[in-house]
């Protein structure tokens, strides 16, 4: 269902703004009415509940990333993306096909959780909007994968972390730039798509506090406190770049040229996702540190840093932008859990 593609997904296609369906008089058997209207009718009627799913999430990332796992499951079935109501004829059978697939495909098991936690979540948005069937995706029906409750990121330990964090040299902007990033992501534990949307104007003071203001997963925002060695890294790159009066602007910007290094300017716009990956693989690689470790495994190794020290679950909670304390946990690595082992505290 991605941008272009078909009508199910299509906001404007299929169902002219402002005209609404009327439910009773077009609704298929599985829908709790009679095919009184034609098949287009009927198809306009589901695309409006397909429409008003994706609608209903406030996050366009989110949004894009159901309306993909969407598609493919329509792709796999040979189901066209205009031939919406299909999808009311889907069958148990039809989802589990789909999860042995993605299975077989080396998909992991989070992975596939994911997409059918979005079909589910699809037909569950359907029921209300007037669909009468079982949810054919329902856990009672396809079981989905199980996923370990500790995720497979891998954290740093604090010296490693340290080694990262000095990584990038003050010696040129882009060095100024790079040692302010890595500076958020390890103090904040803010996520990476969170880091590439803010703004200048996101580094504010509160009381004696200096915060970030952060947009998490579905337009939430909260207020981080920022560690004194974040502030003074923030600070120092603001400065060198002198972007502090374009309170509107990216905070983190792409350079003018690559082999500049900053000397020539940056652009007035975002950096990506995925070029804070690679500067990420760039300083990992330098320092020889386990291929396996992302920019993921900052926010992982602040939280579990975190709890080590201290830190109280649910104040880890707040801290990450997490809606359920059991998410946080899956973040939290015990890097001593062999030495805590019950066995050493056994004695017959």
């Known amino acids: 269902m991605?941008?272009?593609?078909?009508?199910?997904?299509?906001?404007?296609?299929?169902?002219?703004?402002?005209?609404?369906?009327?439910?009773?008089?077009?609704?298929?058997?599985a829908f709790g009415g009679r095919p009184h209207g034609s098949s287009q009718d009927v198809r306009r009627l589901i695309q409006q509940g397909v429409q008003g799913w994706l609608r209903?999430?406030?996050?366009?990332?989110?949004?894009?990333?159901?309306?993909?796992?969407?598609?493919q499951f329509l792709d796999f079935?040979?189901?066209?993306?205009?031939?919406?109501?299909?999808?009311?004829?889907?069958?148990?059978?039809?989802?589990?096909?789909?999860?042995?697939?993605?299975?077989n495909q080396g998909a992991m098991n989070s992975t596939v959780r994911r997409k059918l936690t979005a079909l589910r979540s699809l037909f569950s948005y359907l029921q209300i909007y007037?669909?009468?069937?079982?949810?054919?995706?329902?856990?009672?029906?396809?079981?989905?994968?199980?996923?370990?409750?500790?995720?497979?990121?891998?954290?740093?330990?604090?010296?490693?972390?340290?080694?990262?964090?000095?990584?990038?040299?003050?010696?040129?902007?882009?060095?100024?730039?790079?040692?302010?990033?890595?500076?958020?992501?390890?103090?904040?534990a803010c996520r990476v798509g969170e880091l590439v949307q803010l703004k200048v104007g996101d580094f504010q003071t509160h009381g004696e506090h200096r915060v970030l203001r952060i947009y998490g997963k579905g337009g939430k925002e909260r207020t981080v406190p920022l560690h004194l060695e974040a502030v003074e890294r923030l600070t120092s790159w603001i400065a060198m770049a002198d972007i502090a009066a374009d309170r509107s602007g990216p905070l983190f910007r792409a350079m003018q040229t690559p082999r500049g290094g900053g000397r020539d300017g940056f652009r007035t716009e975002f950096l990506t996702t995925r070029a804070v990956e690679q500067l990420m693989r760039r300083y990992v690689e330098a320092l020889?540190?386990?291929p396996g470790v992302t920019v993921h495994s900052l926010r992982v190794t602040a939280l579990t840093t975190a709890r080590e020290r201290g830190a109280d679950i649910i104040d880890l909670q707040d801290f990450a932008g997490h809606a359920d304390p059991r998410t946080t946990l899956t973040y939290i690595r015990a890097r001593d859990r062999l030495s805590k082992s019950p066995t050493y505290v056994l004695n017959y």
């Open 56 to 71: 209903k999430t406030p996050s366009a990332a989110t949004r894009d990333g159901y309306a993909r796992d969407v598609g």
């Open 77 to 103: 079935h040979g189901i066209p993306r205009s031939d919406c109501e299909k999808l009311t004829s889907v069958l148990p059978a039809h989802v589990a096909a789909w999860r042995d697939h993605l299975r």
């Open 2 to 29: 991605e941008s272009g593609r078909g009508d199910c997904d299509q906001e404007h296609r299929g169902v002219p703004s402002g005209i609404v369906v009327p439910v009773r008089k077009l609704a298929p058997p």
């Open 130 to 188: 007037g669909y009468a069937g079982a949810n054919p995706a329902h856990g009672k029906f396809v079981k989905a994968p199980c996923v370990p409750r500790d995720g497979k990121t891998l954290g740093l330990s604090p010296s490693d972390c340290r080694r990262l964090l000095d990584a990038p040299l003050p010696a040129s902007p882009v060095g100024f730039r790079d040692r302010a990033l890595l500076g958020v992501l390890a103090y904040s």
């Open 288 to 290: 020889t540190l386990d």
